[in-house]
């Protein structure tokens, strides 16, 4: 296929959406080693293993092979948000996706919530609420770190994200200025000190959750949340170890993704008590029996 043969369209007769100009493609070599590129008309990929011309990856389906000039073989794929999370450009230090997908569940995150994130960093995690229809309010204290975070959210994500994605510069420790989230997401090195301003921010019934990498930060949090009006307190690790499968050799690989934070979960009580009453019991009569 020749430039000038690329279908206007972006499927092809089966359907399929094929590759085109300004999205991102992930390339892996044989070796497994993924290279994020953003493909553009007569962009050129270069390594010490060749060149890759971007225009004959545009029209193709996803996974394509390609060769570079030196004959090196690639696969070409649409990255998923974990490809995107590692290889995104960064400010701060990520929450990694092994802690983002068991954080979702644990918020319970779904369409149209209302979320109260602080200490966006470079994105990752407001990627993965985001996708799930969410829309955000983040408190970021740098400037640098909340342009990051919106770039790399539109770069991933497009547009309807970025219209649910609102990141102000502000100091969470300081208050919430905002009331009624449904959820409120901390990745902060002092996320105790937002606690006393999370039942306003909150509604009653609402999740509280933090992401620290050290437990004494957890105790701090822990802490925190037993003066405040919340219950259903729980603190989790996420380990990843992944398996070596080969023929009849499988055992766990000798590396793992061990300890990067732990995750603390909260539910906001309300004040409403409401009080049970037996009804009164009724005379048989006549009339009754």
């Excluded at 092994?98 to 954080?103: E, F, N, Q, S, V």
């Excluded at 799930?132 to 909340?146: K, Q, S, V």
């Amino acid at each position: 296929m020749t430039d000038t043969d690329h279908p206007a369209s972006d499927d092809d007769d089966d359907g399929q959406r094929l590759l085109r100009y300004d999205e991102l493609v992930l390339l892996v070599d044989a070796k497994k080693r993924k290279y994020l590129i953003t493909l553009k008309e007569k962009g050129e990929f270069q390594t010490h293993a060749g060149s890759v011309y971007h225009d004959l990856l545009v029209g193709q389906p996803e996974g394509v092979g390609i060769t570079s000039t030196r004959g090196q073989r690639f696969r070409a794929y649409r990255p998923t948000l974990e490809d995107y999370v590692i290889s995104m450009p960064r400010g701060a230090q990520v929450i990694y996706p092994k802690d983002i997908g068991p954080l979702l569940l644990l918020a319970d995150v779904g369409p149209g919530m209302r979320i109260f994130e602080s200490g966006v960093g470079s994105g990752a995690l407001s990627m993965g609420m985001l996708r799930c229809g969410a829309h955000i309010t983040g408190y970021e204290l740098r400037e640098d770190f909340a342009a990051k975070a919106q770039k790399n959210v539109a770069g991933f994500l497009g547009p309807d994200a970025i219209a649910r994605y609102d990141v102000v510069l502000a100091n969470s420790y300081e208050g919430i200025d905002q009331q009624g989230f449904d959820r409120m997401v901390l990745d902060l090195p002092e996320p105790w000190l937002v606690v006393p301003h999370a039942p306003a921010a909150l509604r009653p019934g609402g999740i509280f959750v933090s992401y620290s990498p050290s437990i004494t930060q957890v105790m701090k949090v822990r802490d925190a949340l037993a003066d405040a009006n919340f219950s259903d307190v729980s603190t989790i690790e996420v380990l990843n170890r992944s398996w070596h499968i080969e023929g009849a050799a499988v055992r766990p690989d000798h590396r793992m993704v061990a300890h990067t934070g732990f995750l603390t979960r909260a539910r906001l009580l309300s004040d409403v008590v409401v009080t049970s009453v037996a009804p009164e019991p009724q005379l048989e009569t006549k009339e009754n029996p």
